[in-house]
């Protein structure tokens, strides 16, 4: 309280205002850093900044296979090889997203839960680095998903 009276104060006498003083005091909160793809591959971040729809499963996969699971608030980075990609998530209906992976860049895809019948139904959109930069500032990084059983081992086969 006595720091934030001192800046005040001492905005006040050098002609600016208290609000801007002050603000310079709080750290900047930003999206993560997102290191560029190894030589030869591009990658894909896949993110869920809102916690719409905290109980309905964002599991992403990729040709059938399971990548990994995105809960609300997580983010995580798919290194692949060049090509084109048709990534789904699925709750009582399935949405599928193309996407074309170049070598040496970076895509975005945001995971969205919209309003169904039953449930609500994961959206994936093609988003730019700044959209991740806008709504990316709390994400946390997911760990790898791993298969519990024989089942879930099946699905992760094909990756």
Do not use: H
């Given at each position: 309280?006595?720091?934030?009276m001192m800046a005040a104060s001492l905005a006040?006498?050098?002609?600016?205002?208290?609000?801007?003083?002050?603000?310079?005091?709080?750290?900047?909160?930003?999206?993560?850093?997102?290191?560029?793809?190894?030589?030869?591959?591009?990658?894909?971040?896949?993110y869920r900044p809102s916690s719409m729809g905290?109980?309905?499963?964002?599991?992403?996969?990729?040709?059938?296979?399971?990548?990994?699971?995105?809960?609300?608030?997580?983010?995580?980075?798919?290194?692949?090889?060049?090509?084109?990609?048709?990534?789904?998530?699925?709750?009582?209906?399935?949405?599928?997203?193309?996407?074309?992976?170049?070598?040496?860049?970076?895509?975005?895809?945001?995971?969205?839960?919209?309003?169904?019948?039953?449930?609500?139904?994961?959206?994936?959109?093609?988003?730019?680095?700044?959209?991740?930069?806008?709504?990316?500032?709390?994400?946390?990084?997911?760990?790898?998903?791993?298969?519990?059983?024989?089942?879930?081992?099946?699905?992760?086969?094909?990756?």
């Amino acid at each position: 309280m006595r720091k934030m009276m001192m800046a005040a104060s001492l905005a006040v006498l050098a002609g600016v205002p208290a609000s801007v003083a002050m603000a310079e005091d709080k750290p900047v909160a930003a999206a993560p850093v997102i290191a560029p793809p190894p030589p030869g591959m591009g990658q894909v971040v896949f993110y869920r900044p809102s916690s719409m729809g905290a109980l309905v499963s964002c599991r992403v996969s990729a040709n059938g296979a399971v990548v990994n699971r995105l809960p609300p608030g997580k983010y995580f980075v798919q290194q692949v090889k060049p090509g084109v990609y048709d990534y789904s998530v699925k709750s009582e209906a399935t949405d599928t997203l193309k996407v074309n992976v170049e070598e040496g860049e970076t895509s975005y895809v945001r995971c969205a839960i919209a309003m169904g019948i039953m449930t609500g139904r994961p959206n994936l959109s093609t988003q730019n680095r700044e959209d991740f930069d806008k709504r990316g500032k709390k994400l946390k990084l997911q760990e790898a998903w791993v298969p519990k059983d024989d089942k879930d081992e099946k699905k992760t086969a094909a990756n």
